[in-house]
């Protein structure tokens, strides 16, 4: 069964820091693109980052740039968001999808509908 699982979220203070991990079971992470997306309540599913499955291309929304950083560990099936400098907009239920490129050099997508496989979430609250 193809399973993704999020964990690392909490509470944290404004300023705090958290690592979301993202652990593939059943298939491997490394043949995929890999997307961290984040909804908060009453507000849009927001495409917050993604990296490319070929050549680690990595793409982060505006609202992120520079304070989150992307990364995977293909010997751990596991792909990580670094998140510095929290504030409290960035609280939300944060996710990550797979998915399965069309070709070798298939960009990676901040758009959920692009995604074949999601985690349960993982919730990240950031206090003033």
């Known amino acids: 069964q193809l399973q993704l699982v999020e964990s690392g979220g909490g509470l944290v203070q404004s300023g705090g820091s958290l690592r979301l991990s993202c652990a593939a079971s059943?298939?491997?992470?490394?043949?995929?693109?890999i997307g961290w997306f984040r909804q908060a309540p009453g507000k849009e599913r927001e495409g917050v980052s993604c990296?490319?499955?070929?050549?680690?291309?990595?793409n982060y929304a505006d609202s992120v740039k520079g304070r989150f950083t992307i990364s995977r560990d293909g010997a751990k099936n596991t792909v990580y968001l670094q998140m510095n400098n929290l504030k409290p907009e960035d609280t939300a239920v944060y996710y990550c999808?797979?998915?399965?490129?069309?070709?070798?050099?298939?960009?990676?997508?901040?758009?959920?509908?692009?995604?074949?496989?999601w985690g349960q979430g993982s919730q990240v609250t950031v206090s003033l």
């Open positions: 059943g298939f491997t992470l490394e043949d995929y693109n």
């Open positions: 990296i490319t499955r070929s050549d680690g291309r990595i």
């Open positions: 999808a797979a998915e399965r490129p069309v070709s070798r050099d298939w960009p990676c997508h901040r758009v959920g509908a692009a995604y074949d496989y």
